[in-house]
């Protein structure tokens, strides 16, 4: 650990996970790509700038039409602008990793990532019923709409699909843990008749309004990587003799 805090009686410990140097280098990449540099530094970190960049070129004799290109990076303002991005994305990496302690945590956020996808499938499917072509009923947005495919809270279609197969796949562990009632993988048994029906209601639906919601993004890596994840589980299912084939004695969910 980097340091411990105490407060209160309560002992805090930074728990190292290694990806510190990384989010810091990648930092500093950044700040590299969108921070003037002298031209000679340009040159010898890109030799290539000169050749995309002619009218920006520097030659010894002249600063070229428009002056010497100071920046490693071809679209500093767009680099820079996407610092605040990384930063986010580091500050809920390590909020997670120093947050979740145990296997109860870790469980808790899952299920609360699967009430959020599913919130956004549903809100996604409701948005596209609207057929008014604009973004939470009322926002018209000046690039695109969502009059031809499912998109959520999100501008690309893409996107929401990648977001609900993150999700689907939580859904459904979701829905197997309760069949299965967290006990130990190498001795669950799936027992339907214990399964409390209303929970088993709500998360199949949850699946099916991810299934529909992902369909109706008419994104084909979406679609493909949907088909590809039902594959993999159930193949893991049976690796796990969570489900059998219907031709042997192993107990789990018919496959017939």
Excluded: C
Aim: no cysteine; charged share 10%.
């Amino acid at each position: 650990s980097l340091f411990r805090l105490t407060l209160a009686d309560q002992s805090y410990r930074w728990t190292w996970t290694w990806a510190e140097p990384l989010v810091i280098a990648a930092i500093g990449l950044v700040l590299l790509q969108s921070t003037p540099l002298p031209p000679a530094l340009i040159d010898l970190l890109s030799q290539q700038t000169r050749d995309i960049l002619p009218a920006w070129a520097a030659p010894q004799e002249s600063a070229g039409v428009f002056g010497p290109w100071n920046y490693l990076s071809l679209a500093p303002y767009e680099t820079h602008s996407a610092l605040p991005i990384l930063l986010a994305y580091a500050v809920l990496f390590f909020v997670a990793v120093q947050r979740l302690r145990t296997l109860s945590d870790v469980q808790q956020l899952l299920r609360r990532l699967a009430i959020v996808s599913t919130l956004m499938a549903a809100f996604a499917l409701i948005q596209l019923a609207l057929g008014n072509g604009k973004f939470y009923g009322f926002y018209a947005h000046p690039s695109t709409d969502t009059l031809h495919a499912a998109k959520g809270a999100f501008t690309n279609q893409n996107h929401l699909a990648h977001f609900l197969i993150l999700g689907l796949g939580v859904n459904l562990w979701w829905l197997l843990d309760a069949a299965t009632h967290g006990t130990p993988h190498t001795a669950r048994t799936y027992q339907p008749q214990a399964m409390p029906s209303r929970l088993a209601l709500l998360l199949l639906a949850a699946l099916g309004l991810h299934v529909v919601a992902i369909a109706l993004t008419y994104s084909r890596g979406g679609i493909a990587v949907t088909l590809l994840f039902f594959i993999a589980t159930f193949l893991g299912l049976r690796q796990m003799k969570l489900v059998s084939d219907g031709h042997g004695t192993t107990p789990g969910i018919s496959a017939r």
